[in-house]
T-cell receptor, first 115, second 112 residues
Framework: EPEVTQTPSHQVTQMGQEVILRCVPI?????FYWYRQILGQKVEFLVS????????KSEIFDDQFSVERPDGSNFTLKIRSTKLEDSAMYFC?????????????FGAGSRLTVL | GENVEQHPSTLSVQEGDSAVIKCTYS??????FPWYKQELGKRPQLIID?????GEKKDQRIAVTLNKTAKHFSLHITETQPEDSAVYFC???????????FGSGTRLQVQP
């Protein structure tokens, strides 16, 4: 079964450092997403990406965040200057164009710990 | 924006019993309602979903019902097993949007 893969699985960084989280969506999927989940809390939407541009973003996705699809396979989330409250599990997800692009497949997540 | 409320936050049942988790949503234009199961330290995995043109959907021991008038939908698990123990999240998606808005989650514990 096709999977969304994410790297790294866990990253520890110092406050103020830049972090890049990487995702390889399912190959025939066209819509890409980042969600985050602070420990013990619900999954929160950050941003969606389609046709090489952001299609939707939440209030959480401020100027410290950016996304990029640098090549035909990778989809990255960059946090420019990490804060303690950025510590969370970050999930990448993708969906295809069939059935109205409804069904999201999540990756295993990247756990970010900001010290 | 969309707001999804989920109840209960925790649910403990005996093996073999049924479990019901309920969600309400605020955006009457929402048209897609998935349920995700998340085991400890794992990714959310889709277990069942329903679209707004359907009132009920069933897949073996799992069923989802949708009441558009009342803006609520429910997950029903019958004949629960210990491996059903996990956190369950409901979600909703509005027309023309890509983002899912998740509920706060229900921790289901099935006691053997």
């Amino acid at each position: 079964e096709p999977e969304v893969t994410q790297t790294p699985s866990h990253q520890v960084t110092q406050m103020g450092q830049e972090v890049i989280l990487r995702c390889v969506p399912i190959s025939n999927h066209l819509y890409f997403y980042w969600y985050r989940q602070i420990l013990g809390q619900k999954v929160e939407f950050l941003v969606s990406f389609y046709n090489n541009e952001i299609s939707e973003k939440s209030e959480i996705f401020d100027d410290q965040f950016s996304v990029e699809r640098p090549d035909g396979s990778n989809f990255t989330l960059k946090i420019r200057s990490t804060k303690l409250e950025d510590s969370a599990m970050y999930f990448c997800a993708s969906s295809d164009s069939a059935s109205g692009a409804n069904v999201l497949t999540f990756g295993a997540g990247s756990r970010l710990t900001v010290l | 924006g969309e707001n999804v409320e989920q109840h209960p936050s925790t649910l403990s049942v005996q093996e073999g019993d049924s479990a019901v988790i309920k969600c309400t949503y605020s955006d009457s234009a929402s048209n897609y309602f998935p349920w995700y199961k998340q085991e400890l330290g794992k990714r959310p995995q889709l277990i069942i979903d329903i679209r707004s043109n359907v009132g009920e959907k069933k897949d073996q021991r799992i069923a989802v019902t949708l009441n558009k008038t009342a803006k609520h939908f429910s997950l029903h698990i019958t004949e629960t097993q210990p491996e059903d123990s996990a956190v369950y999240f409901c979600a909703a998606r509005g027309t023309g949007r890509r983002a899912l808005t998740f509920g706060s989650g229900t921790r289901l514990q099935v006691q053997p």
